[in-house]
């Protein structure tokens, strides 16, 4: 697979604040990536010609620095304009589409700790500053019957089971565009 090229000079980009609320204890691992698709499949090689899978990944994955500013609060920025069209395959221009910021929070580094997931969609970025996700905090560090749980959360106390709403932690990503 190519490395595909960065934009010098992106112009989409957003500050990102990820506050977490009320979590049972604190997460030593925070990292954040923007999610990013090739639009258009003709420019990729040929799929498998006995399964006829496409076996290049169509997804690419940008790291967001994030600064530790406390223990529940991190601070970053990432562009939506960050991959740069191109001819990477010798099949014609491929073109990006950004999906969205994303990011998981562990307890540690331990294998087996619940990877708490919040993510972003870029078509959302512009309609709401702020994304809140609510998880039960049952699940931290681990979850009881399954290792490297990956826990989506939900984006409303209201889903969750009455008796487990005083139960919840709440991961906030909040992004403000940068002006040009």
């Not at 076996?55 to 620095?65: A, C, E, G, L, Q």
């Not at 580094?109 to 708490?116: C, E, H, I, P, Y």
């Not at 979850?143 to 990956?150: L, N």
Request: proline share 8%.
């Amino acid at each position: 697979m190519p490395t595909y090229d960065k934009n010098p000079t992106p112009k989409q980009r957003y500050d990102v604040t990820v506050v977490i609320e009320n979590a049972p204890g604190p997460f030593a691992v925070v990292h954040g990536a923007v999610q990013y698709d090739i639009a258009n499949m003709d420019c990729l090689p040929p799929a498998e010609s006995f399964s006829g899978a496409q076996t290049t990944p169509i997804s690419t994955f940008v790291p967001i620095v994030l600064k530790r500013v406390n223990d529940t609060t991190f601070e970053g920025q990432f562009a939506l304009d960050e991959l740069v069209d191109g001819d990477y395959f010798g099949r014609g221009i491929c073109h990006f589409k950004p999906i969205g910021p994303s990011f998981s929070l562990k307890a540690s580094q331990a294998a087996g700790d619940t990877k708490f997931v919040a993510s972003r969609w870029a078509n959302e970025l512009e309609q709401a500053d702020q994304l809140t996700t609510y998880y039960w905090r049952a699940s931290y560090p681990r979850h009881a019957k399954i290792e490297d749980y990956s826990d989506l959360g939900s984006s409303s106390p209201d889903e969750y089971k009455e008796s487990v709403r005083s139960e919840l932690f709440s991961v906030s990503v909040r992004t403000r565009k940068v002006p040009e």
